[in-house]
């Protein structure tokens, strides 16, 4: 009877290694996963998300916007608690909770909101591992954009779950938590003109 090898997990040690010699990976549950090159699709879905919510990006109560937060995009993040690194697509941090935009490499501050634009490559880890790892760090707000169906969906954390409080589409203009202060133009995200005309 032969016994199979216990699968080693991967470390922190390991993924630095990677990202020193080029590559860009993620480390999700204790596993190395190499991120694919963005489609037009999805890197334009991720840089329109970047310029809609541009307002935001800055200290708070001026003339170009509400403020309030710091945004950024292919940041990598620490979960300390699993030992688990992202490099999401967006990511952003409330100024009042972090006055000083977090600047360690990864990041080892909670986020207060993420977005992932979905890919045929990466939507089992977005919508399950990373997920789930997100709720047990306590993130407030995940966001899923699906760049194929044109969707977006907002998740706020509950004790058990993320639900979702906001699902909508290119026809859609809503005020998508937490940058709920502006109304958002769903097509905008996908270049897409608004379905329901003038």
């Given at each position: 009877?032969?016994i199979a090898p216990r699968?080693?997990?991967?470390?922190?040690?390991?993924?630095?290694?990677?990202?020193?010699?080029?590559?860009?990976?993620?480390?999700?549950?204790?596993?190395?996963?190499?991120?694919?090159?963005?489609?037009?699709?999805?890197?334009?879905?991720?840089?329109?998300?970047?310029?809609?919510?541009?307002?935001?990006?800055?200290?708070?109560?001026?003339?170009?916007?509400?403020?309030?937060?710091?945004?950024?995009?292919?940041?990598?993040?620490?979960?300390?608690?699993?030992?688990?690194?992202?490099?999401?697509?967006?990511?952003?941090?409330?100024?009042?909770?972090?006055?000083?935009?977090?600047?360690?490499?990864?990041?080892?501050?909670?986020?207060?909101?993420?977005?992932?634009?979905?890919?045929?490559?990466?939507?089992?880890?977005?919508?399950?591992?990373?997920?789930?790892?997100?709720?047990?760090?306590?993130?407030?707000?995940?966001?899923?954009?699906?760049?194929?169906?044109?969707?977006?969906?907002?998740?706020?954390?509950?004790?058990?779950?993320?639900?979702?409080?906001?699902?909508?589409?290119?026809?859609?203009?809503?005020?998508?938590?937490?940058?709920?202060?502006?109304?958002?133009?769903?097509?905008?995200?996908?270049?897409?003109?608004?379905?329901?005309?003038?």
């Amino acid at each position: 009877m032969s016994i199979a090898p216990r699968r080693t997990s991967a470390t922190l040690d390991d993924l630095a290694k990677l990202r020193d010699a080029g590559h860009v990976v993620e480390l999700i549950d204790g596993e190395i996963v190499y991120k694919a090159l963005p489609s037009p699709a999805h890197g334009g879905a991720q840089v329109k998300t970047g310029a809609l919510l541009d307002g935001f990006n800055r200290r708070g109560g001026t003339p170009r916007g509400p403020g309030g937060w710091w945004l950024m995009t292919e940041v990598e993040v620490l979960y300390a608690r699993t030992h688990e690194v992202f490099r999401h697509d967006l990511v952003g941090f409330r100024r009042d909770l972090y006055p000083q935009r977090p600047s360690d490499m990864p990041v080892s501050a909670r986020p207060d909101w993420v977005a992932e634009v979905l890919s045929p490559s990466t939507a089992r880890n977005d919508t399950g591992p990373k997920q789930q790892t997100l709720h047990a760090h306590q993130v407030p707000y995940y966001w899923i954009i699906d760049a194929e169906h044109r969707t977006l969906t907002v998740m706020r954390r509950a004790d058990e779950r993320y639900p979702r409080i906001l699902d909508a589409g290119v026809s859609d203009k809503v005020r998508a938590e937490p940058f709920d202060a502006i109304e958002l133009d769903v097509g905008e995200l996908f270049d897409v003109e608004d379905a329901r005309g003038p």
